[in-house]
């Protein structure tokens, strides 16, 4: 599975962005489709997940601000992202795993995001 993301960019504080993330290969594969995010000397965290049946999680950073969406048919996973804060600046990376996995097991090249103050 081959991941490409798009999306991303600077915006101030309190505005709003978003990614998009398409899949190609073997989609048939794919469950679960997601966004984690990594800041400068942080590890990488989790954004927000969608399953193929509907099933979101997010991180509590991001819980009431990000939504997540799905297009299982365009195999392609959305992240709208509202009220940005500062510290919401990372690179954004979009992932995808197959219902028999338990981690992750493809990444696309990751996108910036920076929210300035």
């Known amino acids: 599975v081959q991941l490409q993301a798009s999306g991303g960019g600077l915006v101030q504080a309190g505005g709003s962005l978003s990614l998009s993330c398409v899949a190609s290969g073997r989609t048939f594969t794919i469950n679960d489709m997601g966004w984690y995010r990594q800041a400068p000397g942080k590890q990488r965290e989790l954004v927000a997940t969608a399953s193929n049946e509907g099933s979101t999680n997010y991180g509590d950073s991001v819980k009431d601000r990000f939504a997540i969406f799905r297009d299982v048919a365009k195999n392609t996973v959305y992240l709208q992202m509202n009220s940005l804060k500062p510290e919401d600046t990372a690179v954004y990376y979009c992932?995808?795993?197959?219902?028999?996995?338990?981690?992750?097991?493809?990444w696309g090249q990751g996108t910036q995001v920076t929210v300035s103050s």
């Open positions: 992932a995808a795993k197959t219902s028999w996995s338990s981690v992750y097991g493809s």
